[in-house]
């Protein structure tokens, strides 16, 4: 008998660990020594170190101190001791929130300097203060006296009332300008030498005055519509350019209906991947024109990084030249990332670090690009890659529209420590466990953590270099995953059953990994539905049939892999047809991933017959053809490229489920593909060997083939392939990794032990998709907020944070279970939370049901403190826990109300 859930204890516990011993559930925050070797900056906008300045005025008798008739009267020593006033106050609290490094904006878009230049006094700022008093001497003098450095913020692109007006860049033509190129004032062509030699001159005169570095800021184009001025043409036409072309292609990327000169006809609906597609298939005009504007940008940090470094700071050293750059490349929720980066804004990373820039700050701003906030430990990992030892990895985080609670997870992601949350590393088997039963525990296992990484429970990643060093041993395809500490010790506890052994680790390892960002996977609609389906949804993946109508209007973009399922090659090349097959090449092109298995591989190789020689996107050809039927049952294979992820956790041979699949060899398409594209010879990861000689483990060719003809034909032919279409990875099993057993009709001792070629499925989905690129997951050497006026309200203000810290199992009552599940309530802030009140519904299923409500008041939270509301449930059976809590206080700011909810479900059995 099924008794009901005990819930009345539960209520009454709660308030009584509350009330009675509050003290007893509050504890410290962790709290960490600044490594000073750990950048720590904000960037600063001037008005936001006027505000200081100001207050100082206004509490020394001067009301509203930078009205043109009240600042000029302010003695010189009243002025003097503000400005003392503001900076002291500023760095104190720079100092105590941790900061090492300010960069101040000085240079603005408008091309004015806010200090009164000797050099270019005509671009002093024409108001109170900035034009007769110089406010940042008295900052840059504190802040050294503070050990913390300054660096002067210079914006390159716009200069609005100078070079901004006298040579402007010009727009692309579009319909409302009858297709004719126009000038937008404000920002400055990148190609205008004497502009260069102002901006030299002003970070001369800065460093002159105190600063520690200079700070590159918008050291790039706005976007690839710009660069049509009549200076711009010409040059291009001089290096042999067809400009027309250039401007055709750019106009049809982002405008319809562009009228094709000397003709009545138009290009039609615009394509957003005209030009990205030329730019990849290596179009010499389209290349030549974006290597014009990559080189513009270079020499202009080239040659400004020279000049700086040639000088001294006040202190004797190098100054540092710094520079913000976009992270767009870095992006997986678009498609051709790399060509986004190089063509609108000519800002590549790697030229930066060779053109001797010290430190990259990319700017990360999750929320704005609409990723992820683990995105930010992705930028972090292909910017430690690109600077190696050469320059500084910064990463730069947004500190506005979001709670503390999340920029400090930023921070988090960006120096590789989680204080808040815990990180395990899972050693999975090297290869095949020898006993089948392990062996699906270990697919259950990656099942479970998939199910996680889904719902956003764990962040994981796969390494792909083995691990050594510390007491921690693991081999490539291990996973590294970040979580609550309660779901990772269930994880262990689960894990050890296995046999696999999952170890807790203070940081991210430095090695390289595959972020295991769940992928939203297309799988193509050919009308039946086979394993594969089946398969999936036990790994935990998620997926959407497509059909080759939705493929044909450009579905794919919202996908990051397709998967072309089991079933007829030529039946899913003719469903794709030369439409579909262009619109998957523009796909994969752009970064896309594609997964082909038996009839998959079929379709997208050198053409056999009329349809699929629509879908050739891989160098290969079939050797079992036109003989294709070679039979159904287990096959032996040997592993031939283990670097591979795909094949992680297979070291040598292994059986699998065969079933008249492709045996493939190489051929060289050439150009012969949707897009004209040439690729490169595949990789072979996976070879066959023989099939399996077992009376009954395998069918030849239902009768048709002896088992010698059937070996000459596989023997030592690759299986498994790997290759690149544009950025797209693409995989193509020729064997069934997701059967267990072959035809039983005919083979009917075709049965595999245990699932774990499984394990090849949720490698290679993993693996291709656009989200798996591989980063290193070393820490960046600092993290740069932007900016101070919104951090400082930050840690100002208190910010409530509702989350489960644990599940304790305790004494079990006869057949009943006795568990508390244990809610953590923080304050991330630096300011103490007042009035805090907490709400916690709890609704419990049984066989009748329970509903509860309870709230609870604290005067005081403190900040960086917590406090711990234990829940406990006692029941017997299959019992469902929902806790739905909601936190807040008076004090607390709007803005910091993100994470004030929780709602979580919890199943247990006695």
Not at 497 to 516: C, F, Q
Not at 749 to 760: E, F, P, V
Request: contains cysteine.
């Amino acid at each position: 008998m099924v008794k009901k859930p005990l819930v009345l204890a539960l209520v009454l516990l709660v308030v009584m660990s509350l009330v009675t011993v509050p003290s007893a559930t509050v504890a410290k925050a962790e709290q960490k020594k600044i490594d000073q070797k750990v950048v720590s900056g904000v960037w600063m906008w001037p008005s936001t170190y006027r505000a200081y300045y100001q207050e100082a005025l206004e509490e020394l008798g001067y009301s509203n101190p930078f009205d043109e008739k009240v600042y000029p009267n302010i003695p010189e020593d009243v002025k003097e001791k503000a400005l003392k006033t503001a900076a002291e106050r500023l760095v104190s609290e720079l100092k105590e929130a941790g900061i090492t490094d300010v960069f101040i904006e000085v240079k603005l878009t408008t091309g004015y300097v806010i200090y009164p230049s000797k050099v270019y006094p005509e671009r002093t700022y024409p108001a109170y203060p900035y034009n007769t008093t110089n406010i940042l001497k008295p900052l840059l003098e504190e802040a050294h006296r503070n050990g913390i450095r300054v660096h002067a913020w210079m914006i390159v692109h716009y200069d609005k009332y100078f070079f901004g007006k006298t040579d402007p860049i010009w727009h692309v033509g579009k319909a409302s300008k009858n297709w004719e190129a126009y000038p937008v004032p404000g920002r400055v062509r990148l190609s205008n030498k004497e502009y260069l030699k102002v901006l030299e001159n002003i970070a001369k005169e800065l460093i002159s005055m105190g600063f520690d570095g200079i700070h590159l800021d918008y050291i790039r184009y706005p976007h690839m519509v710009y660069s049509f001025s009549p200076g711009d043409v010409e040059r291009a036409e001089k290096a042999g350019i067809n400009v027309t072309k250039v401007t055709l292609a750019v106009e049809h990327t982002f405008y319809n209906d562009v009228p094709i000169p000397e003709t009545n006809k138009t290009m039609g609906p615009k394509d957003p991947y005209y030009i990205f597609k030329l730019y990849v298939k290596g179009d010499k005009d389209i290349v030549k024109w974006f290597e014009l504007r990559r080189k513009d940008v270079d020499s202009y940090v080239g040659n400004i990084t020279q000049v700086v470094h040639s000088l001294k700071t006040w202190d004797g050293e190098k100054p540092i030249v710094s520079a913000a750059l976009m992270p767009d490349w870095t992006r997986d929720n678009i498609l051709y990332p790399e060509e986004f980066q190089i063509m609108h804004y000519a800002q590549v990373w790697s030229d930066f670090v060779k053109l001797g820039v010290d430190w990259l700050i990319p700017m990360a701003y999750f929320k704005d690009y609409g990723e992820p906030i683990s995105w930010v430990g992705v930028v972090k990992g292909h910017l430690v890659g690109i600077t190696g030892t050469k320059s500084v990895s910064l990463v730069g985080v947004q500190s506005y529209g979001v709670p503390m609670e999340t920029v400090l997870e930023e921070k988090d992601f960006t120096l590789s420590e989680f204080p808040e949350k815990a990180i395990y590393l899972v050693a999975l088997p090297i290869d095949k466990p020898e006993d089948n039963e392990r062996a699906n525990k270990v697919i259950d296992l990656l099942a479970f953590i998939n199910k996680k990484l889904y719902a956003d429970e764990f962040t994981g990643y796969m390494i792909t270099e083995d691990l050594k060093g510390e007491g921690v041993t693991a081999p490539k395809g291990s996973l590294v995953l970040i979580g609550d500490r309660y779901e990772l010790e269930n994880l262990k506890k689960t894990a050890a059953r296995v046999g696999v052994k999952v170890v807790p680790l203070e940081r991210l390892p430095s090695v390289r990994a595959i972020p295991l960002i769940p992928p939203k996977i297309a799988l193509l609609d050919v009308g039946e539905k086979y394993t594969i389906n089946d398969v999936l949804k036990e790994l935990g993946f998620e997926y959407d049939l497509v059909t080759n109508g939705s493929i044909k209007e450009g579905v794919l973009s919202k996908y990051d892999l397709l998967i072309l399922p089991p079933g007829s090659g030529t039946w899913e090349a003719k469903l794709l047809g030369e439409e579909g097959a262009e619109k998957l090449a523009e796909f994969l092109a752009g970064g896309g991933g594609l997964i082909g298995v038996c009839a998959g591989g079929y379709a997208v190789i050198k053409g056999y017959n009329e349809p699929t020689s629509k879908v050739q996107l891989v160098d290969a050809e079939l050797k079992n053809w036109p003989q294709w039927w070679l039979g159904v049952g287990i096959v032996h294979v040997k592993v031939t490229n283990d670097s591979s992820p795909v094949v992680f956790g297979f070291r040598d041979g292994f059986d699998a489920i065969y079933w008249n699949g492709p045996v493939l060899k190489p051929f060289d398409l050439k150009n012969d593909t949707p897009l004209g594209i040439a690729v490169e010879p595949y990789v072979e990861l996976v070879r066959y060997v023989s099939p399996d000689s077992t009376l009954g483990a395998f069918s030849y060719g239902w009768g048709d083939f002896n088992r010698t003809f059937v070996e000459s034909v596989m023997r030592d032919s690759s299986a498994v392939i790997y290759s690149k279409y544009g950025h797209g990875k693409i995989v193509l099993f020729g064997f069934h990794p997701e059967l267990t057993t072959g035809d039983l009709r005919y083979a009917p001792k075709s049965i595999l032990g245990s699932k774990y070629n499984y394990r090849l499925w949720f490698n290679a989905i993993y693996f291709v998709s656009r989200k798996g690129r591989e980063i290193s997951l070393e820490p960046a050497k600092g993290v740069v907020y932007f900016r101070w006026g919104t951090l400082k309200t930050r840690l100002e203000s208190p910010d409530l944070a509702l989350a489960v810290s644990g599940i304790r199992n305790l004494h079990s009552l006869g057949s009943a279970r006795t568990r508390v599940i244990f809610l953590k309530v923080k304050n991330y802030g630096n300011t103490d939370a007042v009035g805090v009140s907490v709400t916690v519904n709890v609704k419990v299923r049984g066989v009748r049901g329970y509903k509860g409500t309870l709230t609870f008041h604290l005067r005081t939270l403190k900040k960086k403190q917590s406090v711990l509301i234990p829940v406990l449930v006692i029941s017997t059976g299959k019992t469902e826990v929902t806790i739905d809590a909601k936190v807040s206080a008076k004090n607390e700011p709007t803005l910091n109300w993100a994470n004030n909810e929780l709602h979580k479900t919890f199943e247990f059995l006695s």
